[in-house]
T-cell receptor, first 112, second 113 residues
Framework: QKEVEQDPGPLSVPEGAIVSLNCTYS??????FMWYRQYSRKGPELLMY????GNKEDGRFTAQVDKSSKYISLFIRDSQPSDSATYLC????????????FGEGTQLTVNP | DTAVSQTPKYLVTQMGNDKSIKCEQN?????MYWYKQDSKKFLKIMFS???????INETVPNRFSPKSPDKAHLNLHINSLELGDSAVYFC????????????FGQGTRLTVV
């Protein structure tokens, strides 16, 4: 069993839709949760970062963490064609020397 | 001005060859990483260096050897390339090994034929 599970998609939505991307994890030691966005033929870039349960909002993006259920989500409101990319969740045990464990990534296409 | 740069961007080579990928970061970060992304987009760490010292060495074949001449550079040398080595290799850096934000390079697309 993978430590981090993420539906690879592909997910296709119309412009303006609300997008929900999810990851589940099995290791309760994970404390830090991130979402990376990766455009085609580019490296991943950090989109959102949180270390506590609850919601964190940044513009059209909301990251949600439920540690009791070992479940994290990324919501994109008013999705735009420029949001078309692969979204990877990533997790880390702690700050001291631990590595990022990535999900498989969900490929999202927002159609104009 | 590119923060994390890798060369080459594309690499096509025959089985059995030896090749190197270079990485440089101009962010002043202490920690650098090599990740491998397979055809299914799964990104997995291979190595991490902090101030030129190896701190993470995942289970990868010993044909893969990282080298960090200084903290701004982390190169990856691969001996006796195999078909299964075909993937995109990403270099990344972070401020230090405690920091959660990693900055990635554009990737090197390696194809072994």
């Amino acid at each position: 069993q993978k430590e981090v599970e993420q539906d690879p998609g592909p997910l296709s939505v119309p412009e303006g839709a609300i997008v929900s991307l999810n990851c589940t994890y099995s290791n309760s030691a994970f404390q830090y949760f991130m979402w990376y966005r990766q455009y085609s033929r580019k490296g991943p870039e950090l989109l959102m970062y949180t270390y506590s349960s609850g919601n964190k909002e940044d513009g059209r993006f909301t990251a949600q963490v439920d540690k009791s259920s070992k479940y994290i989500s990324l919501f994109i409101r008013d999705s735009q064609p420029s949001d078309s990319a692969t979204y990877l969740c990533a997790m880390k045990w702690g700050t001291s020397g631990s590595r990022l464990t990535f999900g498989e990534g969900t490929q999202l296409t927002v159609n104009p | 001005d590119t923060a994390v740069s890798q060369t080459p961007k594309y690499l096509v080579t025959q089985m059995g060859n030896d090749k190197s990928i270079k990485c440089e970061q101009n962010l002043g970060h202490d920690t650098m990483y090599w990740y491998k992304q397979d055809s299914k987009k799964f990104l997995k760490i291979m190595f991490s260096y902090n101030n030129k010292e190896l701190i993470i060495n995942e289970t990868v074949p010993n044909r893969f050897s990282p080298k960090s001449p200084d903290k701004a550079h982390l190169n990856l040398h691969i001996n006796s390339l195999e078909l299964g080595d075909s993937a995109v290799y990403f270099c990344a850096s972070s401020q230090d090994f405690m920091n959660t934000e990693a900055f990635f390079g554009q990737g090197t697309r390696l194809t072994v034929v």
